[in-house]
């Protein structure tokens, strides 16, 4: 039990992996939480297509001079009302709205990259994640950005389960269900931004979409699938990133190989519960 201890607890004996350590925290908790809704919406597509529509910001943030998340959050926004409007055009669905938006707005993010041979290497680690150069100032905005991201969908909770499965209901009683729709593409953005610094954005699928996916295995309960998602993706976040440590691998990959993990475990020892019925249990 003492080897396990100090296995576990070696790789935060610096600085530097104790703000990384912090950091995998926030994304374990953030990204999960948004996740189930993405899950039981069915808009898994639309969260892998924000991780890669958002490099365009990324990229004119950094010729910019500016922070990448802002480049970040406002490519993700932009993302979300292109596709609104799209979606709004008779004969357009949303999954070919994602996917017509996405495309122009990751093209545009290469062009923009092919234009400096040095912006390629410097903006790499926002592509696949980098952990362990996370400061205390990367830790400040991510911990604004997740509180902010928790607070919403603590105080829309009760709104997304209505019309994520009584859609005509919600629209009966009074609840804005386009509101919603663009408040989950605002949460799913910020995940996206928080995942730069710790799995990347090729990779913020796999904690956003992963874990909620593996809770969803096991539970019919919203809530309780919130609760397993967190737990699997603070689990996947801390455990991919102390076994990079000792494995000398690449944090974000090694962290979306565990959430990997968790979601073959969960096929391994138990079978999916059915649908979610309305009213929830």
């Keep these: 039990m003492t080897d396990l201890l100090r296995w576990f607890s070696e790789p935060y004996g ?3 992996m104790r ?3 912090l950091v995998a925290v926030l994304i374990g908790i953030l990204a999960p939480t948004v996740g189930v809704w993405v899950v039981l919406r069915r808009i898994a597509y639309l969260g892998d297509a924000m991780s890669h ?10 010729f910019a001079g500016i922070n990448v998340a802002i480049g970040a959050l406002c490519a993700g926004l932009l993302m979300g009302l292109l596709v609104a409007l799209l979606e709004r055009q008779r004969r357009v669905s949303q999954d070919s709205a994602i996917g017509v938006i996405e495309t122009l707005l990751f093209a545009a993010g290469v062009l923009l990259i092919s234009r400096n041979d040095r912006a390629g290497v410097d903006l790499t680690h926002f592509l696949f994640g980098q952990i362990v150069t996370a400061d205390r100032s990367d830790l400040a905005v991510n911990a604004a950005l997740t509180s902010v991201a ?5 105080v829309l909770f009760d709104d997304l389960r209505t019309i994520t499965f009584d859609a005509p209901h919600a629209r009966q009683v009074g609840v804005n269900v386009r509101a919603l729709q663009l408040a989950l593409i605002v949460l799913i953005s910020i995940t996206v931004v928080v995942s730069l610094d710790t799995v990347g954005l090729l990779m913020s699928v796999a904690l956003l979409i992963t874990p909620a996916a593996t809770a969803r295995l096991l539970t019919n309960r919203v809530e309780t699938m919130t609760a397993l998602a967190v737990v699997i993706g603070v689990s996947s976040a801390l455990g991919g990133l102390t076994l990079s440590y000792h494995l000398a691998t690449p944090p974000g990959p090694t962290i979306a190989v565990a959430t990997v993990a968790w979601f073959t475990g969960a096929i391994a020892v138990g079978r999916p519960l059915g649908r979610f019925r309305h009213p929830m249990t």
């Design 53 to 62: 529509g958002t490099l365009s910001g990324v990229a004119a943030a950094y």
């Design 14 to 16: 610096s600085s530097f």
């Design 19 to 21: 703000n990384a350590g």
């Design 150 to 154: 928790l607070m919403v969908v603590a």
